[in-house]
């Protein structure tokens, strides 16, 4: 079992950044991958960004790609999520999730966070 708690969302203006945290507890961080997803209404969650167990190996979905950053820290079980350049069309609730597998993967996770609002108004 991996407990996943993000934080970190809120209302920002178009062109500013935030930064997300997921914190993992339950399995040594180290030996899992991490992933962050998002949801707005009506549509599925879609694939953002992950990153391996180590923290050696990255993915991107192309419209986040240059704009958003993954990244760990095994030290403090935390996973991030560096949001640069925010848009209108990245408002949603963003999730965190973890992967048994520990490698990078779109889809697959094995645990979720509850997820956080991030609000771009233009």
């Known amino acids: 079992q991996v407990l996943l708690v993000e934080s970190g969302g809120g209302l920002v203006q178009a062109g500013a950044s935030l930064r997300l945290s997921c914190a993992a507890s339950?399995?040594?961080?180290?030996?899992?991958?991490m992933g962050w997803f998002r949801q707005v209404p009506g549509k599925e969650r879609g694939f953002v960004a992950a990153i391996n167990r180590s923290g050696g190996s990255t993915l991107y979905a192309d419209s986040v790609k240059g704009r958003f950053t993954i990244s760990r820290d095994n030290a403090k079980n935390t996973v991030y999520l560096q949001m640069n350049s925010l848009k209108p069309e990245d408002t949603a609730v963003y999730y965190c999730?973890?992967?048994?597998?520990?490698?990078?993967?779109?889809?697959?996770?094995?645990?979720w966070g509850q997820g956080t609002q991030v609000t771009v108004s233009s």
């Open positions: 339950g399995r040594p961080f180290s030996s899992i991958a």
């Open positions: 999730a973890a992967s048994l597998g520990g490698v990078t993967i779109t889809s697959g996770y094995n645990y």
